[in-house]
Every structure is written in C-alpha cells, then in structure tokens.
C-alpha cells in the first residue's frame, strides 16, 4: 500500500509473497514452540504449524500450502538442529502426506469442504505418513502398528482443533483490506455463517463480524489497496 | 455455548467427513493390527518355563503355584484360565489370549502364560494391502 502507481496484480503478487514469507516465519516459530513442548511419546503433536499451511492453502491455493509446509520443515529443522536426521524424515514424510491429502480434498471438494475437514484429513495423513516412514525406515517391527489406532484418535482430535484455529484466522484475516481481494474467491465461515442466519439464530453476535467488516473499509472491489 | 459456535464453523460437509473419518479411527481400535495368532503357549511358574504346548491342540492341565493348582484350557486357538486359587480371579478375568504376544498372568499363584511364535498361514495383514 505504500507504492502507489503499480499494476494491481503486480501489487497483489508481492503481497501474497509477503504473507507467505510471514506464514512461513510463524510456521516455523509454532514448529520449534512444539518441539519444545514435552510431550509424553515422541510422535504424540498437535502440528499447530499447519494451521498456517491451511491458512495458505485456503487463502492463495495449493501451491502456496505446499510452500508453507516444505519451508516451515526444512527452516524448523534447520533451526532446531534436527535436519536430515531420523526424525526430520519422518518430519518431512508426515507433511508431505498431509499436504498431498489437504490440496487432494480442497481441489475435490472446494465449494463444500472448509478448514476443519481439510486440516482433520491433513493430520491423519500426517500420523500415516510418519508411522509408514517409521516402519520403513526406522523400526521394522509389526508391534510399531498397534500405535496406529491411539496415534490417529490423537491426529483426528489434534486435527479439529487445528481446523478451528484456522478458520478463526481466516475469518479474521479477511477483515483487513489486504485481504479484500480474495475474500469473493474463498467461500469461507463468515459467509456460510451469514447465508445460515436467517435459518438459525443460535449464535448470537457472531453474524455482525460481516457487516462490522464491510463497514469499517468500503472499497470492497478491485481497487483496495491501492489510494 | 461457545462449543456450539466452534460447531457452527463446520461444514455440513465438514461434519459427515469426521463422522467418517471417527468411524474409521474407531474401527482401527479393533483391528489387530500386525499381530498374526500364535503358535505355541509357554507357561512359566516361579520364573521357570514349565509347560509349553501347541495352541492348535485343545487340552485341558494344571500348573502348580504357592497357592495350589491353576487349570487352564487351550481350545480354539486360544488359552484360558479356567479356575485359579488366587484371591481375586483376575487372571481368569483375563479372558482368551490368541495373538502372538498376548500374555496372562496370575501374579499371586506367580505364573505367567504367553503366546508365542506365529502360526502358519495366519490371517489378514494390514501390510499387505
């Protein structure tokens, strides 16, 4: 916004380069938070980073989700001084499975799938990619499967509330003008939650978030952004 | 109320995929994933091996503990303890032990049956998909 006289879409390209490298830098910061985490079996984490991966995903596509997590990995491991260790593969496999399975279900199921069923496929791939890549690689033994069913009730409900967190920071996200672009092209909550309200009163004063949104910045077309 | 609103953030699409995807977790809870039925039953009273045996012949015995004789079954595939002069019967609470693996212990007459070994041609196999 401090350049005034550039091409929109040129305006656009630098500014989804900038979220990302800024979804990357949190990625990473969530990344060495849970490593830092205790937790009681190694493979036993929420992957809070993929909150931003799916935030990525759902605001600039798949190929932005697949940046988020290939960089969030191989920066985190870097950081935290496991890159090309044991676990870093198994890091690396869990990710790429869940990426591959949240852009599969997003380019299927676009108009009806939203975050939390992306980010719940997301997690289980996760937890199968890292068990798989483990067998593989690591243990070789058939007790490691009977960690399965635990290892993926942990990656379902890790899963939800990943899903949660990142539709709440879409819906907040999309409040802010940078943003008003690509607010027609994904379908999310705070629309669904608007088309249903005249059906169901139940949530109270969560409806107004729109119309708080639309009000505080009125250019809602192609020229936000630019003065 | 505010588990309600988190509800409301869900797709009706959303909703029947983790319904399925639960299900799924659920049916995995139940699978015996990589363990094949087992072959032999060793039964070690005091920390010695005292009997072992085939689980494919059905047979009923005895094991002498402290406490007097433990009887137990092999029949089906599985070993069972059928009667035990412990305090608590927990052992025979134990239920079938089948699967390369498994393992009944009745602490207070101290013997342990494990199952060992894989029997031939043993069942399904997630691996093997």
Same mark, same amino acid.
């Given at each position: 916004m401090t350049c005034s006289a550039v091409d929109p879409r040129e305006l656009e390209r630098v500014r989804q380069r900038v979220f990302l490298a800024l979804f990357i830098a949190l990625a990473v910061a969530l990344h060495a938070v849970?490593?830092?985490? &205790?937790? &009681?079996? &190694?493979?036993?984490?929420?992957?809070? @980073?993929?909150?931003?991966?799916? #935030?990525?995903?759902?605001?600039?596509? &798949?190929? /932005? /989700?697949?940046?988020? #997590?290939?960089?969030?990995?191989?920066? %985190?491991?870097?950081?935290? *001084? #496991?890159?090309?260790?044991?676990?870093?593969?198994?890091?690396?496999?869990?990710?790429?499975?869940?990426?591959?399975?949240? #852009?599969? @279900?997003?380019?299927?199921?676009?108009?009806?799938?939203?975050?939390? *069923?992306?980010?719940?496929?997301? @997690?289980?791939?996760?937890? %199968?990619?890292?068990?798989?890549?483990?067998?593989?690689?690591?243990?070789?033994?058939?007790?490691l499967w009977l960690m399965l069913p635990l290892f993926l009730l942990f990656a379902l409900i890790s899963g939800v509330i990943n899903g949660l967190a990142a539709d709440l920071l879409l819906e907040f996200l999309l409040q802010h003008p940078a943003f008003a672009r690509l607010k027609n092209s994904c379908r999310l909550s705070t629309e669904r939650r608007a088309e249903r309200a005249p059906r169901s009163d139940l949530s109270g004063g969560s409806h107004k978030m729109p119309a708080r949104k639309c009000a505080g910045f009125p250019p809602d077309n192609e020229e936000t952004g630019l003065p | 109320m505010a588990l309600a609103a988190l509800w409301q953030r869900l797709t009706r699409f959303d909703r029947y995929l983790l319904l399925a995807l639960a299900l799924l977790v659920g049916v995995s809870f139940l699978l015996p994933f990589g363990r094949r039925p087992g072959a032999r039953v060793v039964i070690a009273a005091d920390n010695r091996t005292v009997f072992s045996a085939p689980l494919d012949e059905a047979r009923r015995f005895a094991i002498a503990g402290p406490l007097g004789p433990t009887r137990l079954e092999i029949a089906d595939g599985a070993v069972r303890v059928l009667d035990s002069p412990c305090p608590h019967k927990v052992c025979i609470g134990l239920g079938d032990a089948r699967r390369s693996g498994d393992l009944l212990a009745c602490v207070p007459n101290r013997i342990v049956v494990r199952v060992e070994g894989e029997a031939q041609g043993a069942d399904y196999d997630l691996l093997s998909r």
């Open positions: 849970e490593y830092l985490l &205790p937790s &009681p079996l &190694p493979w036993f984490r929420f992957g809070l @980073a993929n909150i931003l991966s799916l #935030t990525a995903l759902f605001l600039y596509g &798949p190929r /932005a /989700a697949w940046a988020v #997590t290939l960089s969030r990995i191989l920066i %985190g491991s870097l950081l935290l *001084g #496991t890159l090309f260790a044991p676990g870093f593969l198994l890091s690396l496999s869990g990710g790429v499975l869940a990426t591959l399975l949240m #852009t599969g @279900a997003y380019r299927l199921f676009r108009p009806h799938i939203g975050p939390v *069923g992306v980010s719940v496929l997301g @997690a289980l791939g996760h937890a %199968g990619g890292q068990l798989l890549i483990a067998w593989l690689l690591i243990v070789r033994h058939p007790s | -």
